[in-house]
């Protein structure tokens, strides 16, 4: 593209409009619409509103299958955030989104720029964001830009969040050879509302204000969406200057801004400017409220002198929103901005035409129908072949480690268990005073302010799972958010998803896609947790080569009296472990495997969603009747893994006993079978626990107590809890530490 | 007790200072924007954490010449007793009513972990309510809190009993490894030489009530109550 010169106005060829990523097919739509031949500064918006990206145009055909409604789900998909009902008119207002592909390119900005987009869609729709989460996914740790990338990603996540003063609260973090080319940068925000106050970004009202606020437009991130909608080559490097950059302070100010704005009655729409900047904040108003825009582009507050309509409306520079207020209030919202210092421009008002009419130095520049350019964008059907799913692997057929403590002290110092504090110790996790659940947990929790009510936020996704077959791997991401939400003792309410995958075009990559939508369909469905947001990235790929599939789920549960919260960290000696659903050694996919035996392979641990929620409806209410001391989701690394966190979570040992029946130690201990817990009670109160399982059918299992400062397990090992915190702490700080 | 706090553009933990004092006081502190002229008559001026201005010049550099400075000032040299935590104690230095400079992270990086504190002298406003020596658990988060001054600023610091509260580890002992920062003889907070200003890096107000994970953040504004008594 470095050819074209954008600012005259050149003849639009068919070579020209390609460049813009348009396919033969969408440029007749274009000009059907149109009934012409596009300007250059049309020919920009439709490319980035028909982008993959902007446009779902892929993914939405099958998007449209997933639940999303639900008696508390006060807004689903189709806003710029989900917004459930957490009682006392109150909502919890979130979404999770990626930022995989600046995020390669340059790791600080991407990253940064990625929390701050999040926080702006959760903002403005009225809500003061309280939490921060992320799910990270990085190449192998031998790689020699992982260490550079991890680096810069994590100073960027924290740069922006702790600026702003939201704490990032938790998240997870992988490592594997997929995201060699391809690292994955999924941001969430959780924002907190008056359910009477939630704002919504269809505009109405002819003659009404359209105003702009927040930074000045620059020539930052043109074309952002369109690289997000392509896959990297050798000369992806090159495309650097499509990386916008972020500016915490003034996102702190835009935020404190609007909140201020918002709490008076002069706002009509709002929408902030992400992707494609103000020509999809501007396009979305507009078609979402069956109105026209008129805009003056002379009036956009601009950061560099000569900037053409072209670049203005393709611009993504960070922290700006597009508002609508009610005539005559003009003056009075523009003193809260100038109090924050903030930009403050009308740049238009609201028509009956229901175009998009853009004028520039006294000519019309851009004059587009709104809603066929949003409704009528290209919907594909794309081809797709179902994965073929693997061979379950027996138990009995994975050989036994020499060593058990060795082979468990390998894992628990392994990329895929050691400590992330290294990570979480860059973000300010607890400003705002409100985080009661630590990063380290099962999921993260933060209370509502000012009252007993917290919500528990946990994000997750096994791509080695959905690698090996979408379907399940789906179905266990939605399931295991559910786990950990549940194992904090919270009701798990509704979920946001970050769907990652590799070139739709391939029918390999489509059938991933399509497997995963299905699985998250029928987790949802059964668990009753509808999903209320989300966002999907194609294209990670580079070279043809595709990352593994990656649905990550954000999940959001509710707990209505946070005192009754419990950690994974075990409270007293003498209390009694038990485990919560049956341990079969299901070995194939899971981490044991890999890191052990080095095999990826074998079918992942099937999920009985019946199952799950029996099980996990179990597990929360003995916590919410005080019986349980400290719970823990069983999930990668299996039991063994699972009582070594909760050891190292309180630093105190425990005697366990187990009955493997006939199978081997290894695939029992490390196995993934899903739908477990591990759960501690007093003395006192296990026998009523067990009573209770048993009453409605949930198999439970007394398998030790805790005492002493080594993990013992009868007949098979004993290590000190010493050890495991060396193993586990150390790994991340000596990596990270090294030269590549 | 009376008390205000001072809002910048970018502190970010102004709210959380607020319900503090609100919580332990009982009474609402005075907000105070950084262009009032107008501090009201309090005996509590708290400078609360956050990156005020973005943390874009030195830290608390633009905040220090704010218009609400000059009020901030005139309470100083009354006597009245100042607060600033994190960033709010970078805004003290620049301000010059604190010795020495809060310098980027020995790491270079951000950190927020709970640390050990020993209260190194409980005979002042602000650490009565605790005994010397006490190991108290209190939360950093911060980028910049090396604490610096020259050598005849500690000598006079030690001497004087400025040093508020020390990074230690459980033990008590200031090591190395129990200093999140690189700061000069381990030093968390101080006091001027009038004894009614105070600086620290870490965060008293997080830690207040039993469901942030303990309480012992109380102790330093009930000692500031009760030095009013």
């Given amino acids: 593209m470095t050819e074209t010169n954008w600012n005259n106005n050149p003849e639009i060829t068919d070579g020209l409009v390609k460049e813009h990523g348009l396919s033969d097919d969408e440029q007749k739509l274009m000009v059907k ?6 300007t250059l500064t049309e020919l920009g918006i439709f490319s980035v509103m028909w982008s993959e990206h902007c446009s779902y145009k892929s993914s939405k055909l099958h998007l449209k299958t997933l ?22 008119n109150q909502a919890a207002i979130f979404k999770m989104e990626s930022h995989n592909h600046p995020s390669y390119i340059e790791p600080y900005q991407g990253a940064a720029t990625g929390v701050g987009g999040i926080l702006r869609d959760v903002f403005t729709m009225g809500a003061r964001p309280i939490a921060n989460m992320n799910a990270l996914r990085f190449g192998s740790p031998e790689h020699h830009k992982t260490r550079h990338l991890l680096s810069g990603v994590v100073e960027g996540i924290g740069g922006y969040g702790n600026c702003v003063g939201v704490p990032t609260v938790g998240g997870e973090t992988n490592f594997h050879p997929s995201y060699d080319g391809n690292i994955l940068v999924n941001a969430m925000a959780v924002g907190l509302a008056d359910q009477d106050k939630i704002f919504l970004s269809a505009a109405a009202g002819v003659g009404n204000p359209v105003i702009y606020v927040g930074s000045k437009t620059g020539r930052d991130g043109i074309h952002g969406a369109t690289m997000a909608s392509a896959e990297f080559t050798e000369d992806s490097e090159e495309k650097r ?9 003034t996102e702190k100010l835009l935020i404190e801004a609007c909140i201020e704005l918002m709490s008076t009655d002069m706002v009509v729409a709002i929408q902030d400017m992400g992707a494609a900047g103000l020509t999809s904040s501007s396009v979305e108003m507009a078609s979402g409220g069956g109105v026209g825009f008129s805009l003056n582009l002379d009036n956009v507050p601009q950061r560099e002198e000569g900037m053409t309509p072209y670049e203005m409306m393709l611009s993504e520079s960070q922290e700006r929103m597009l508002v609508v207020l009610k005539p005559d209030r003009v003056e009075e919202a523009k003193k809260i901005f100038v109090k924050w210092d903030l930009d403050f ?17 006294g000519n019309v520049v851009a004059d587009i129908p709104t809603q066929p350019l949003a409704d009528n964008s290209p919907e594909y059907d794309r081809p797709w072949v179902k994965t073929e799913a693997p061979a379950t692997i027996d138990p009995n057929d994975v050989t036994a480690p020499n060593d058990l403590a060795d082979a468990l002290l390998k894992m628990v110092g392994s990329s895929s268990f050691a400590s992330r504090a290294w990570i979480w110790q860059q973000y300010d996790h607890q400003v705002m005073a409100d985080t009661i659940q630590l990063p380290g947990g099962d999921a993260a929790v933060v209370r509502v302010h000012g009252t007993d009510k917290a919500l528990a936020i946990s994000t997750d996704c096994t791509p080695r799972y959905c690698y090996a077959d979408p379907f399940e791997g789906g179905k266990q991401a939605v399931a295991e958010t559910w786990r950990n939400v549940t194992a904090v003792g919270a009701t798990p309410m509704a979920i946001t998803d970050c769907l990652n995958f590799g070139n739709p075009e391939r029918p390999d990559i489509m059938g991933q896609f399509f497997g995963a939508i299905e699985g998250i369909r029928e987790a949802c469905t059964v668990l009753d947790y509808p999903v209320v947001s989300g966002n999907v990235s194609l ?9 593994h599939p990656t649905p990550a789920i954000g999940g959001v549960g509710l707990l209505e009296d946070s005192r009754k919260m419990i950690t994974i960290a075990p409270k007293n000696d003498g209390d009694v472990v038990m485990v919560i659903g049956e341990s079969k050694g299901h070995i194939g996919c899971t981490e044991y495997l890999n890191i052990i035996e080095g095999r990826e392979e074998g079918a992942p641990p099937p999920v009985n969603l019946e199952l799950e929620k029996k099980n996990g409806d179990f597990v929360r209410g003995q916590i919410i009747a005080g019986s349980v001391t400290a719970c823990h989701d069983i999930s990668d690394g299996g039991l063994f893994i699972a009582l070594t966190e909760m050891a190292l979570a309180s630093n105190k040992g425990m005697d366990i006993n187990l009955n493997y029946g006939d199978i081997p130690a290894h695939s029992y201990g490390f196995g993934e079978d899903q739908a477990r817990y591990v759960i501690c009670a007093s003395s006192s109160d296990a026998d009523r626990v067990i009573s209770a399982a048993n009453a409605v059918g949930v198999a439970i299992e007394n398998i030790g107590t805790i005492c002493g400062n080594e993990l013992s397990v009868a007949n098979s090992f ?21 030269e590549s | 007790m009376k008390s205000a706090v001072v809002t910048f553009p970018a502190s970010n933990c102004n709210r959380d200072m607020f319900d503090a004092l609100e919580k332990i006081t009982g009474q609402r502190p005075h907000e105070i924007w950084h262009q009032d002229t107008d501090i009201p008559d309090v005996d509590l001026i708290a400078l609360p954490g956050g990156f005020s201005f973005g943390d874009y010049l030195r830290c608390g550099a633009m905040a220090a010449r704010s218009p609400a400075i000059n009020g901030v000032m005139a309470h100083a040299e009354r006597g009245g007793n100042i607060i600033g935590v994190c960033n709010g104690f970078q805004v003290l230095t620049e301000m010059g009513l604190l010795p020495g400079a809060l310098m980027r992270n020995r790491s270079l990086k951000f950190v927020c972990k709970t640390v050990q504190l020993k209260v190194e002298n409980a005979d002042s406003t602000f650490t ?17 809190g ?7 600023t500690l000598a006079e610091l030690e001497g004087d009993g400025r040093i508020a509260f020390r990074y230690v580890d459980q033990n008590g002992e200031a090591t190395k490894l129990s200093n999140p920062n690189g700061s000069q003889n381990n030093i968390a907070g101080i006091m001027n030489k009038r004894g009614n200003i105070l600086g620290m890096m870490p965060h008293p107000e997080r830690l207040i009530e039993d469901a942030q994970g303990g309480i012992d953040g109380r102790g330093f504004f009930e000692s500031i109550i009760n030095s009013l008594n």
């Fill in chain 2, 128 to 144: 009565n309510a605790y005994t010397d020596g006490q190991v108290i658990d209190i939360p950093v988060a911060h980028h910049d």
């Fill in chain 2, 146 to 152: 090396n604490y610096f001054a020259d050598d005849q």
């Fill in chain 1, 718 to 738: 004993t290590v000190a809890v010493s050890d495991l915190l060396d193993a586990h702490a150390s790994w991340m700080p000596n990596y990270m530490s090294t």
């Fill in chain 1, 539 to 547: 294209y990670n790929e580079t070279n043809g080569t595709g990352i």
């Fill in chain 1, 345 to 361: 421009a009308v740049i238009g008002e609201i028509t009956e035409s229901g175009n998009l009419t853009l004028s520039w130095q």
């Fill in chain 1, 33 to 38: 619409i149109l009934g012409r031949t596009p």
């Fill in chain 1, 67 to 88: 639940p999303t409604k639900a008696p508390w789900v006060i807004h689903g998909p189709g806003e710029n955030a989900g917004v459930i009902d957490i009682g006392d």
């Fill in chain 1, 241 to 249: 200057p499509t990386v916008q950059v972020g500016d915490p302070f």
